[in-house]
């Protein structure tokens, strides 16, 4: 199983951008799946999660700025930043929760993390 990010880039503050993650591999099902972030000399955050169910949780940092959604066909993670901050610089990771088959416990999986930098 691999979690591939893509989208990082560098914007100016106030700026928008849009994080994709693209899970491949013998996949049977994912459960929950999100957005983690760790900027430098900093502990890795909660920045969205989003179960099944349509269920979700933002970082209070995030206070309405970014979007967190999924396509289940494609397995497919998005996240929709807007109004971004210098604050938001960070490795951002896509995380996944899923079964490699129809039977057994399910696990978590991480990406590499794609870098997004903030200007000010």
């Known amino acids: 199983v691999q979690l591939v990010e893509s989208g990082g880039d560098l914007v100016q503050a106030g700026g928008s951008l849009r994080l994709s993650c693209a899970a491949s591999?013998?996949?049977?099902?994912?459960?929950?799946v999100g957005w983690y972030r760790q900027a430098p000399g900093k502990q890795r955050e909660l920045v969205a999660t989003r179960t099944p169910v349509a269920s979700t949780k933002y970082g209070d940092f995030v206070k309405g700025r970014f979007t967190i959604s999924r396509d289940n066909a494609k397995k497919m993670v998005y996240l929709q930043m807007n109004s971004l901050k210098p604050e938001d610089t960070a490795v951002y990771y896509c995380?996944?929760?899923?079964?490699?088959?129809?039977?057994?416990?399910?696990?978590?999986?991480w990406g590499q993390g794609t870098q997004v930098t903030v200007s000010s």
């Open positions: 591999g013998s996949i049977f099902s994912i459960n929950a």
């Open positions: 995380y996944a929760n899923l079964y490699t088959t129809r039977w057994g416990s399910s696990a978590d999986y």
